[in-house]
Antibody, heavy 120, light 110 residues
């Protein structure tokens, strides 16, 4: 049973960089056929898909965030990471990592989420 | 891209059936059979309930069913139970190779 766990600072100052890590357990991030996504949920409960990465390192980002986002993978640690630059209050959200088993953004396993607040 | 359109709330009594709609466009729902539905209880992560319009993952009750017609997908929950009270979100793959979510529907079991 694959388990995902997000981690990172809960508070980030405006204009700074948000960095989160997702640790995958119960399965290898290297196993082919799975893509790994980041998704966020705003306080008003709207969900945004941020982007995905394949274990090979290939990525695809939501055009609305592409200029500020980087997703990377560390297969030796079985982790993926999210970096979001130049944050504002609008980036305050619960951030989830999720597994896409299909390649067409079918999210079948989600982490528990981590809350990030952007505030000075 | 605008979010998929869902009703803000629906309600039903135990044992009844309810349907939640999710309306999109030809660039998402009507263009692909890649619609999913998620259940989210307070403070919890979304849980996949329906994928590819009408398929249930292993372990999900057969009281949950999905369908699609044109630009609109639907989630039906039959034999409502108290534990079904939650927020429900639809999602669809899009022609831009992105994932679009609905705004969410709060289900109240009366």
């Amino acid at each position: 049973q694959v388990h995902l766990q997000e981690s990172g600072p809960g508070l980030v100052k405006p204009s700074q960089t948000l960095s989160l890590t997702c640790t995958v357990s119960g399965g290898s991030i290297n196993s082919g056929g799975y893509y790994w996504s980041w998704i966020r949920q705003h306080p008003g409960k709207d969900l945004d898909w941020i982007g995905y990465i394949y274990y090979s390192g290939s990525t695809y980002y939501n055009p609305s965030l592409k200029s500020r986002v980087t997703i990377s993978v560390d297969t030796s640690k079985n982790q993926l990471s999210l970096t979001l630059r130049s944050v504002t209050a609008a980036d305050t959200a619960v951030y989830y990592c999720a597994r896409d088993r299909s390649g067409y953004l079918l999210m079948d396993v989600w982490g528990q989420g981590t809350t990030v607040t952007v505030s000075s | 891209q605008s979010a998929l359109t869902q009703p803000a709330s629906v309600s039903g009594s135990p044992g009844q059936s309810i349907t939640i709609s999710c309306t999109g466009t030809s660039s998402d729902i009507n263009g692909y059979n890649y619609v999913s539905w998620f259940q989210q209880h307070p403070g919890k992560a979304p849980k996949l309930m329906i994928y590819d319009v009408s398929n249930r993952p292993s372990g999900v009750s057969n009281r949950f069913s999905g369908s699609k017609s044109g630009n609109t997908a639907s989630l039906t929950i039959s034999g409502l139970q108290a534990e079904d009270e939650a927020d429900y979100y639809c999602s669809s793959y899009t022609s831009s190779n992105t994932l679009l979510f609905g705004g969410g529907t709060k289900l109240t079991v009366l």
